[in-house]
Every structure is written in structure tokens, then in C-alpha cells.
């Protein structure tokens, strides 16, 4: 049938940090003219939609606050739909929380009160976070995460993810994350989806890790196409568990593999 949309994810894709991946603008503008239906993902929950969709048009990408799913959002939605005006504490950023207030949830910081514990990344994470969440779920509050992720990547190298503060939780309480909303989590395809309208076997994800965005990929039974313009190198793939249908070096190759996904 085709490819019709893209999932493509945005540090190591799209850009690096500041620094739009050459050739990125122009290929999604001819994927864009050919129709193609495209939806940025992020499991970083550092910023707003709207900030990412603000970003992306500076560096010559046009994008709105509906073109992108990030893991904050697919956390509201899914703590929304569980547990409706839930009391949830958050270890994150204030964009973090403003979305999931946004979804109706109540923001709570005393652990006998808390039904539901956040993960996420979080720069600003504090012994006394940490403390807060140890003492809710100690208490039998639920333990979600935004992300999977050891690192961020950004231009120069890496910076520790939200792997970090879920292991810390881990360690502590003894409890393991119950579930963790953003890439590779079908909760993150889900949204996606919805927002491209089309069904699995009509997309395809492009992204710069293998147990992320190729690994979401492959278990949803979207088109997995790595890029080598973030954090996987090539010698990885030799022994990875996991394997993408496609490698690119960087998303300026896309419009010549979807000429040949559609041909």
C-alpha cells in the first residue's frame, strides 16, 4: 500500500540542538508536496508542543502544536483517561506539569495523597523529589514513566535522560516503573496515528535509535527506517538485537527512499 505518513522523531532526526540536520527543511518540504502526512515525536518532556512546533518553524520547518506528540502529552492523555482528576506528582520540568494540568489532573506534593508518581527528565531534579516520590510509592502510589531514555543527545555529545531518575526510583522503593508512556510504547504509536489518520501499515517512523524509535517501530508494524545523524553508529547494527527495514545517513536521503517505498 505504501507509505502515507511519517513519525519522525526530532533530536538526532530533525536536528541537534540548535542545529538543524542539513538537508532536513527541504526534505520535508517535498515529502509535504507529495502529500505525505508527517507528525514529530519527542520523548523529551523539556518543553511545550507549542514550543517544539515554534522551534522547528525557526530552524525552516512550518509547524502547529497539533503537528507534535511528545511524551508529556501522551502522559496527560493517558493519566487522563485512567484516572480522570487523579493526584499525580510529577519528578519534571514545568512544561511537564502545565500539560498535565492542562488534562485535568491535580498536581499533589503530599505523599499521602499522591495516586500517581511521573519520571521524567528533569534537569532540576532534587534529593527532595526524589524523597517525595520514594515516600508515595512506599505509600502504594502507581510509578509511570514519560521515557525510556539513558541520554539526550545534543550537539558535543550526551546528557543523562530520564533512565536516570527511573532507576533511582527503583533502586529505593523497590518497586519496578509500572509503565512508561513515550518511544518504543504503543501509547506513543497511538497518538501518532491518530493525529496522521492512517493505520499502521501505512506509516513508517524515522528515527536516530534502535531500542526507541526502530524497536517502536518494529512491534507496531510501522516501517522502521534508522537515521545515523544522532546517536547510533554504523558498527552498532552488526550486533543489535534489533534491525531496522532501512538505514539513511540523515533525513536528506528520505525523499529518494520514499520515492522507492511508493514506487
Known amino acids: 500500500m505504501g507509505v502515507s505518513g511519517y513519525l519522525l522523531d526530532l533530536d538526532g532526526t530533525v536536528y541537534l540542538g540548535e542545529r538543524l540536520i542539513p538537508g532536513a527543511d527541504r526534505a520535508i518540504a517535498e515529502l509535504r ?24 518553524t525557526r530552524l525552516g520547518v512550518p509547524a502547529t502544536e497539533d503537528d507534535v506528540i511528545h511524551s508529556s502529552y501522551v502522559m496527560a492523555r493517558y493519566l487522563a483517561r485512567r484516572a480522570p482528576g487523579g493526584r499525580v506528582y510529577a519528578i ?10 492542562a488534562a485535568g489532573l491535580e498536581l499533589c506534593e503530599d505523599p499521602r495523597r499522591i495516586e500517581y508518581v511521573v519520571a521524567a527528565f528533569d534537569r532540576t ?8 516520590a520514594f515516600q508515595a510509592i512506599r505509600r502504594g502510589a502507581r510509578f509511570v514513566a514519560t521515557n525510556p531514555d539513558p541520554t539526550c543527545p545534543v550537539e558535543g555529545g550526551e546528557i543523562p535522560d530520564a533512565a536516570g531518575v527511573i532507576a533511582a526510583l527503583e533502586a529505593t522503593t523497590g518497586r519496578k516503573v509500572e509503565d512508561v508512556v513515550g ?5 506513543t504509536v497511538s497518538a501518532a496515528l491518530e ?18 524509535d526502530v524497536l517502536m ?4 508494524g510501522l516501517v522502521a527506517i534508522l537515521t545515523l545523524s544522532g546517536v547510533t553508529r554504523p558498527e552498532e547494527l552488526e550486533w543489535a538485537g534489533v534491525k531496522p527495514d ?13 520515492a522507492e517505498l511508493n514506487g
Open 217 to 220: 517501530a518494529r512491534r507496531a
Open 246 to 258: 532501512y538505514v539513511i545517513e540523515s533525513l536528506a536521503e528520505l525523499p529518494e527512499l520514499d
Open 33 to 56: 508536496r507529495r502529500g505525505r502526512r508527517i507528525v514529530f515525536l519527542s520523548n523529551k518532556p523539556l518543553h511545550s508542543r507549542a514550543d517544539y512546533a515554534s522551534k522547528l
Open 125 to 132: 531534579c532534587t534529593w527532595e523529589k526524589i524523597n517525595t
Open 195 to 212: 493525529r496522521l489518520g492512517l493505520p499502521a501499515g501505512e506509516a513508517a517512523m524515522v528515527g536516530d535509535r534502535l531500542g526507541t
Open 92 to 101: 519534571g520540568e514545568p512544561p511537564l506539569l502545565a500539560e498535565l494540568e
Open 183 to 187: 518511544k518504543p510504547s504503543p501509547h
